[in-house]
């Protein structure tokens, strides 16, 4: 039986994921200082992520952000917080009330700093604490918060200043692993008995997301799935994180041994990518191409 269009267009991005994983390998490089600019724009010109390790132990938000510092510093200050039931702001749903597979949204809400920490560090920390009580977060939260797999058309140097986090990646050639849909977008909204409900936003464009879990690689996966190799990597406090444009990365986050305080807390510097050279044409590209 002659091979369709369809099979020698798989066979072809299967080889090109393959390929990729047996050259790069699914390992990040790991520096222990800073690289030089030039160094750097390497990496970048390679689309290629690294780790500096210890990089950040010399900035002041290291060695000063417990929680009485920040509580000091932020006292009387409001933040708003993204408040979800399971930690899954921003990621594909199923809801039974809709039957269908969602974008759901966080509800938020402004709270005063210092009953927002105790909140995140009492549900860290506290064994009398629900499991089913709701996950609050901001750019400060605990392990009960996760970012769901996605890519950002920009560049970021991500520094991790307290607790851990461990990230999920996979290169923009990995679009046909994904299992990207158009997913209805939906928010959280509390009801007057304080339960949080999904309600499907009015007259909105449905959202691509990926829906396919690299940690559950089983679950909503497609033909091509199996063949992703995802670079794994966690970071701890004072370590740095070049992930480059474009790149998928699923976060998850833990607090570090005999660290009291309860919290995770990173800082992110993003920039625009260049969409000059191959790389957004060739992501476009294979968003465009159909199995």
């Not at 950040?56 to 952000?65: D, L, M, P, R």
């Not at 560090?121 to 996605?150: K, L, P």
């Not at 970021?156 to 461990?166: A, D, E, L, P, S």
Request: proline content about 7%; glycine content about 4%; aromatic content about 12%.
């Amino acid at each position: 039986m002659s091979e369709t269009p369809s099979d020698a267009i798989e066979d072809a991005l299967e080889s090109l994921i393959t390929t990729y994983g047996e050259l790069n390998g699914c390992v990040i490089e790991e520096l222990d200082c800073e690289p030089s600019p030039l160094e750097f724009m390497r990496f970048v010109a390679r689309n290629t992520p690294f780790v500096v390790r210890g990089g950040a132990t010399s900035w002041k938000a290291y060695q000063k952000w417990d929680k009485d510092y920040l509580v000091n510093t932020l006292a009387g200050q409001s933040v708003n917080v993204a408040i979800t039931p399971h930690g899954n702001a921003d990621a594909p749903t199923v809801s039974a009330a809709h039957n269908s597979l969602l974008f759901a949204k966080p509800h938020e809400e402004s709270q005063p700093f210092e009953e927002f920490l105790n909140y995140i560090i009492g549900q860290e920390h506290d064994a009398g604490f629900g499991q089913d009580a709701e996950v609050r977060y901001a750019q400060t939260r605990n392990s009960r918060s996760v970012t769901a797999t996605h890519k950002d058309n920009f560049e970021n140097i991500y520094v991790q200043i307290r607790g851990r986090k461990h990230f999920v990646l996979l290169s923009p050639l990995h679009h046909h692993c994904m299992n990207e849909k158009l997913l209805p977008p939906a928010t959280y909204v509390r009801s007057q008995e304080g339960e949080l409900w999904l309600c499907l936003d009015q007259d909105a464009t449905p959202i691509p997301f990926v829906t396919w879990d690299p940690d559950y690689p089983d679950r909503n996966c497609v033909s091509l799935s199996r063949f992703a190799r995802p670079v794994r990597v966690t970071l701890e406090p004072g370590d740095m994180l070049y992930l480059p444009a474009m790149w998928y990365h699923k976060v998850t986050q833990s607090v570090a041994d005999n660290d009291p305080n309860g919290f995770v807390v990173a800082v992110n510097y993003w920039y625009d990518m260049n969409f000059t050279g191959p790389l957004f044409p060739t992501a476009a590209f294979l968003r465009e191409v159909k199995i």
